[in-house]
């Protein structure tokens, strides 16, 4: 069965200190991985995708992710917060063609000054 | 412009109302999502097309009809609302082709009192 799993319900981060959130995946074909982010009452904005090839992705906002097969991972990173990352993020999986996204249940990000 | 649009933002109706929420996307896409986000923020498919076709149903309750009269519109109608159907949902477009990158739109907040 397809799964993502966010361990980290809810982390806090001083602004300018480092971030990962951690994301595990079930799939049973090549992953097309992303990272969404939400802030509060907001829609759900693309941060970054994985599909092939090079392991280590930018995304915006000064954000990138690495995806590890062997660990079945997609952890998302940012070497400095700001206090306008605080937010809910999102990883989904997904596959080939049109098939709908699986999201995991997401990390909300406190950021103190 | 705004890529893929819903309306209302906001909906607060009776239990045993009837509603709908509209959503249009001008990204030329294919295929069209309903999500639902629930009170945890968890976010699960409800409902994909493609070509105006039906292609996902996700055991959703049949007072859920999704309608989509051309590849630019997916609407859905909820009959009878229940106190459960309170979510945010949100409406997502993706071209087959594309490694299934979905851009979604703003969300619905739907309360039912």
């Known amino acids: 069965a397809q799964s993502v799993t966010q361990p980290d319900i809810h982390i806090t981060v001083s602004e300018g200190a480092s971030l990962e959130l951690r994301c595990n995946y079930s799939?049973?074909?090549?992953?097309?991985l992303f990272w969404y982010v939400q802030s509060p009452g907001q829609g759900l904005q693309l941060l970054l995708k994985y599909f092939s090839g090079d392991t280590l992705v930018q995304g915006i906002k000064g954000f990138e992710a690495e995806f590890k097969r062997s660990q079945s991972s997609f952890n998302l990173r940012k070497p400095s917060v700001h206090w306008s990352d605080a937010a809910e993020y999102f990883c989904a999986v997904g596959g080939r063609g049109n098939t709908p996204l699986v999201f995991g249940k997401g990390t909300r990000l406190s950021v103190i000054a | 412009d705004t890529a893929v649009s819903q309306t209302p933002k906001y909906l607060v109706t009776q239990m045993g109302n009837d509603k709908s929420i509209k959503c249009e996307q001008n990204l030329g896409h294919d295929t069209m999502y309903w999500y639902k986000q629930d009170s945890k923020k968890f976010l699960k498919i409800m409902f994909s097309?493609?070509?105006?076709?039906?292609?996902i149903n996700e055991t959703v309750p049949n007072r859920f009809s999704p309608k989509s009269p051309d590849k630019a519109h997916l609407n859905l109608h909820i009959n009878s609302l229940e106190l459960g159907d309170s979510a945010v949902y949100f409406c997502a477009s993706s071209q087959v082709g594309t490694y299934n990158e979905q851009f979604f739109g703003p969300g619905t907040r739907l309360t039912v009192l």
């Open positions: 799939y049973g074909a090549t992953p097309y």
């Open positions: 097309y493609n070509n105006k076709e039906l292609i």
